[in-house]
């Protein structure tokens, strides 16, 4: 028997398909707009040197978020999704193994990702011509990249095998992966600060990718003493944590597949969560009675009355954690760089949390016929849209709010930053950015909707929503970034920070406006056809 012969074939396949060429060139295209656009935003008022970092810091930045949220959207639900349709078990019928099939989906799985970074890896090494970037600090990058890629799809693969449903799955990869990466990091970042003596409790965060790429940089691998083992042991941690993954997903995949009759104790847990969940009887039909009067598919959409609670106490949790960071290093962190950084960070993960979120009702609905059977009654189509957006904004319409405070408070306290350098163009990109995140929120709310009808899987769906409402934008503005410095050198002409902020936000707005406009009329005049067709 040909050894790991699902893995040979996927290979195969994948060598005779034209996506497997045009992400690579995709990924690459991109990476080279972004080094051009930072190169003339950058190229006159930094050294060769500072230039130098400063591009193989971004690019390896993206590169390695990339890489670390791979597993979530790449092998998350591979395994689940062939429980769930059936066919897992059939594969067990031949002399395959458990090894085979989780290498065979994982190779199937992650081929695209693996040439995406691959494409990548030229780009970034492009600022070694610059100078100020060393070939061990470039190598020891993409060490670092390959191994975090390994380990996310690992996590994925794991959670895929023990998981049967998609959200499950990939919310248990995205714990596991924040668990290991962040968690740990936060218990010696905690223990250390209450140590009463000068105890190293740096050991808790080897495990975590991010300690790894921290130490991959020439300034702390050769200026921090003991740096280089503690490099070499995070990577082996980690890529050993990687394995301990993939072989504990060969031996439970192999009865995975099988249904099991639920024992008492798990009919209990699940009535408990049932009841935690929907709320007691009285209260859930007190909280039915309320919605259904509002609308029908509100109701529907909203069931889970906790998913507010959710988004808050996360919220809280990351509001607790800077709050203490914050207070213990108060010189390093009140600053404008640092509150720009938080609210990037934070309005991207919301916005994710939407796109998912929008995405999933019409996916999941289309999928088990459930969508045809509302169709059948007496609600139209307007009502059902409108329920839907009720949803999103009982779900997220406290956290926008709070976020918005927040962005409003990190904007006034920048103006007493003695590093903001023109307080007119803060308050300009703070108050563009506000706009715009509340913009891109509405958009995905409608856009996800379509995309979830019209796509066979919900994740297919987030990841269009994401790319069209967030991402196209950013590419359209550094493509004319880059046409009209190239022309500004030429022109002798020059153009204000403030001209540039103007222009990104209305290439934001304008993408918003067709998008929500195109999405809208199409739910209206196809939701019915689309909902009795087969996947396209």
Known sequence: MTFLPIVTRELIVSARRPRTYWVRFLAALMAVGLLAAMWFLFAKSESPAQLSLMLFAVISGLAFAYCFLSGISVTA??????????????????????????????????????????????????????????????????????????????????????????????????????????????VSLVLGAMAKYSDDYSFFALPSPWFAYGFAFDKLFKGTKGAADAFRTSVLLTHWLSWCFLGLASLIVRHAWQDKPAGARRVSWAERWQRWGYGPEAERKAFRTRLLEVNPFFWLAARWRLKPAFLLGFLGLCGCLWFWLALKYRDDLLNSVVYATTAILLHTLIKGWIAVEACQPLAEAKRTGALELVLCTPLKVEEMLAGHFLALKRQFGGAITLIVIADLAMMLAGLHDPSTEEASLWLLACAAWILMFVADAFTLGWVGFWLGLKAKRADRATTQAFLRVLVLPWAVFITVFIAVNFAEQHGGYDLKPTFWVAVWFGIGMLNNLILFTSAQRSLLGKLRLLASEQFS
Do not use: H
């Not at 030229?122 to 890629?149: C, H, K, S, Y």
């Open 77 to 186: 639900d591979c395994l689940s999704e062939e429980k769930r349709e059936g066919t897992l078990g059939l594969l067990f019928l031949t002399d395959l193994r458990g090894y085979d099939v989780v290498f065979g989906k994982l190779v199937a799985n992650s081929v695209d990702s693996f040439y995406r970074l691959l494409a990548i890896l030229p780009v970034m090494a492009i600022p070694l011509l610059l100078g100020g970037l060393t070939p061990g600090e470039f190598w020891r990058m993409v060490l670092v990249l390959l191994n975090t890629l390994f380990f996310s799809l690992s996590a994925g693969m794991i959670m895929s095998a023990i998981c049967r449903q998609e959200r499950k799955a990939r919310a248990g990869t995205l714990a596991l992966i924040l668990l290991i990466a962040g968690g740990l990091p936060t």
